[in-house]
Nanobody
Framework: QVQLVESGGGLVQAGGSLRLSCAASGRAFSSYGMGWFRQAPGKEREFVAGTSWTGASTYYADSVKGRFTISRDNAKNTVFLQMNSLKPEDTAVYYC?????????????????WGQGTQVTVSS
């Protein structure tokens, strides 16, 4: 069992930055692939970024590539999402998720545990 708690969301102007954190509790965090997803009002949840259990492999949605960076600190049971050059279309609730597939996945149905989400609002 893994419990996930996101933090770091907020209101920021376009062009600004935010760093989201996801603190995990429970056993074997370091064996889980981790991902970030987001859901904007009226839209389906979409993949943002993912990382393998070691952090050696990272991958991103095209819409955030070059602006967002996912990383993890297994010693602290935490995964991060650094978001730079934010745009109004990045406004959404951001969720972290843990997958027993060590490589993680682009697909939400391959994640076993989810956090409660943190709101990110980017003003124009």
């Amino acid at each position: 069992q893994v419990q996930l708690v996101e933090s770091g969301g907020g209101l920021v102007q376009a062009g600004g930055s935010l760093r989201l954190s996801c603190a995990a509790s429970g056993r074997a965090f370091s064996s889980y692939g981790m991902g970030w997803f987001r859901q904007a009002p009226g839209k389906e949840r979409e993949f943002v970024a993912g990382t393998s259990w070691t952090g050696a492999s990272t991958y991103y949605a095209d819409s955030v590539k070059g602006r967002f960076t996912i990383s993890r600190d297994n010693a602290k049971n935490t995964v991060f999402l650094q978001m730079n050059s934010l745009k109004p279309e990045d406004t959404a609730v951001y969720y972290c998720a843990a997958s027993s597939r060590g490589g993680g996945s682009y697909y939400s149905d391959r994640y076993d545990y989810w956090g409660q989400g943190t709101q990110v609002t980017v003003s124009s």
